[in-house]
């Protein structure tokens, strides 16, 4: 059974950058499939925010484009999200999942972790 | 960017209802289209992509239908675990979110 599960600091202050982890379980990394992270503001709908595909080639939302950096560290079986200079317009709650070609849909997706931008 | 906009924004209705709810995308997106269910506290659920092919596991209640820039998700006899919000998505070029529907009881 595959799980993916987020990890991070639950608590960044503006202008610094936000660090995520997404532990995949059950499957390897690298064997197949993409992997993205969308957010949730709160009381508000998801946003995709990057992905990172099977070749190494990632594709970001073009309002985030600048700020945002995903990796891949397949020795670890996890991917990583970094989102630089924050503001509380990025407090929310941040998903990881896989992306399956066939279905180009997010089909298995982490519970999600807050992340509250503030001094 | 290829915008997707959903109606109704909010919708009640009652256990046993048929439901439909429109997504209409900026341009046309083949039938690159899924469709995501979340309830409160919890990560999104794949419902529907490819317009209309169900997602395994998910009830035959559900179905998908549309091409190019409409489409609709609709649940022909409502069950108290479905109501939620739900969401579609384009994934024609890169991701967008439709901004969701949330189903209430009426």
């Known amino acids: 059974q595959v799980q993916l599960q987020e990890s991070g600091p639950g608590l960044v202050k503006p202008s610094e950058t936000l660090s995520l982890t997404c532990a995949v379980s059950?499957?390897?990394?690298?064997?197949?499939?993409?992997w993205g992270w969308i957010r949730q503001p709160p009381g508000k709908g998801l946003e995709w925010i990057g992905s990172i595909y099977h070749s190494g080639s990632t594709y970001y939302n073009p309002s985030l484009k600048s700020r945002v950096t995903i990796s891949v560290d397949t020795s670890k079986n996890q991917f990583s999200l970094k989102l630089s200079s924050v503001t509380a317009a990025d407090t929310a709650v941040y998903y990881c999942a896989r992306g399956d070609y066939q279905m180009d849909a997010f089909d298995i997706w982490g519970q999600g972790t807050m992340v509250t931008v503030s001094s | 960017d290829i915008q997707m906009t959903q109606s109704p924004s909010s919708l009640s209705a009652s256990v046993g209802d048929r439901v439909t709810i429109t997504c209409r995308a900026s341009?046309?997106?083949?039938?690159?289209l899924n469709w995501y269910q979340q309830k409160p506290g919890k990560a999104p659920k794949l419902l529907i992509y490819?317009?209309?092919s169900l997602q395994s596991g998910v009830p035959s209640r559900f179905s998908g239908s549309g091409s190019g820039t409409d489409f609709t998700l609709t649940i022909s006899s409502l069950q108290p675990e479905d109501f939620a919000t739900y969401y579609c998505q384009q994934s024609y070029s890169t991701f967008t979110f439709g901004q969701g529907t949330r189903l209430e009881i009426k």
């Open positions: 341009q046309s997106i083949s039938s690159y």
């Open positions: 490819a317009a209309s």
């Open positions: 059950g499957y390897s990394i690298s064997s197949g499939y993409y």
